[in-house]
C-alpha cells in the first residue's frame, strides 16, 4: 500500500515547545496539502504546495507554523511555542496535477498541547 | 455562513435501511462534489466526487448534485454496521482548495 503516511501519529507535548510532523504523499503525486480539523468539525485547509513550491497559506496559519516541502516530495510542517489551541488533528493529502478534486488522506498526527 | 453546510446528526438508523445523507453548498462557482467517510481517530478517505449536476454511483453509493438548489446528497442502499462512521461533504474552490462540512456522524444499528 502506498497511500499517504504521517508521522507521528501522536504527539503529546507541552505549551511552549516546538513540534515538527512529517508528511509522505503518494509518490506520483505533485500536490501536497495540509489540513486542520478539530473535534466535531470537518478538515480545514492550512497551506499546499505544487511540488517545492509553497502556492498557498490559510489565514489559520499564523507566524508560528511553517512547512517545509524541499525536495517536493515529503513535506514537514512545524509549530513553534505551541499553544493549548493547536490541539488538533493535523492531516496532509496528496492529488495529481490538476486534480484537487481527488486528493487522498493520510491517516492524521494528533497533538495534544498540555 | 459558511460555504458548506451540513446536519452534524446524529443520525441512526437500522441495518439494511437506505441512508439520505444531504448537505447544501453557498458558492454557485463550486463545480466538483466529493464525499468522505471518516472512522473515529483516523484520516478522512473519499467515497466518490461528482463534477456539476447528476448522479453517480458507486456500489452500494450514489452521490447525487443539483446545482439550481445548490444540493448535495448522498444515498447508502443495504446499509451494514461497518457504514458507521462520520461522513463529510466537500466541494472543491478555484484555488484548488477542499471546503468541507462539519461532517454528519451515522449510526446504523444492529
Known amino acids: 500500500d502506498t497511500g499517504v503516511s504521517q508521522n507521528p501519529r501522536h504527539k503529546i507535548t507541552k505549551r511552549g515547545q516546538n513540534v515538527t510532523f512529517r508528511c509522505d504523499p503518494i509518490s506520483e503525486h505533485n500536490r501536497l496539502y495540509w489540513y486542520r480539523q478539530t473535534l466535531g468539525q470537518g478538515p480545514e485547509f492550512l497551506t499546499y504546495f505544487q511540488n517545492e513550491a509553497q502556492l498557498e497559506k490559510s489565514r489559520l496559519l499564523s507566524d508560528r507554523f511553517s512547512a517545509e516541502r524541499p525536495k517536493g516530495s515529503f513535506s514537514t510542517l512545524e509549530i513553534q511555542r505551541t499553544e493549548q489551541g493547536d490541539s488538533a488533528m493535523y492531516l496532509c493529502a496528496s492529488s495529481g496535477p490538476g486534480q484537487g478534486y481527488e486528493q487522498y488522506f493520510g491517516p492524521g498526527t494528533r497533538l495534544t498541547v498540555t | 455562513q459558511k460555504e458548506v453546510e451540513q446536519d452534524p446528526g446524529p443520525l441512526s438508523v437500522p441495518e439494511g435501511a437506505i441512508v439520505s445523507l444531504n448537505c447544501t453548498y453557498s458558492n454557485s462557482a463550486f463545480q466538483y462534489f466529493m464525499w468522505y467517510r471518516q472512522y473515529s481517530r483516523k484520516g478522512p478517505e473519499l467515497l466518490m466526487y461528482t463534477y456539476s449536476s447528476g448522479n453517480k454511483e458507486d456500489g452500494r453509493f450514489t452521490a447525487q448534485v443539483d446545482k439550481s438548489s445548490k444540493y448535495i446528497s448522498l444515498f447508502i442502499r443495504d446499509s451494514q454496521p461497518s457504514d458507521s462512521a462520520t461522513y463529510l461533504c466537500?466541494?472543491?474552490?478555484?484555488?484548488?482548495?477542499?471546503?468541507f462540512g462539519k461532517g454528519t456522524r451515522l449510526h446504523i444499528l444492529p
Open positions: 466537500a466541494s472543491l474552490n478555484r484555488d484548488d482548495k477542499i471546503i
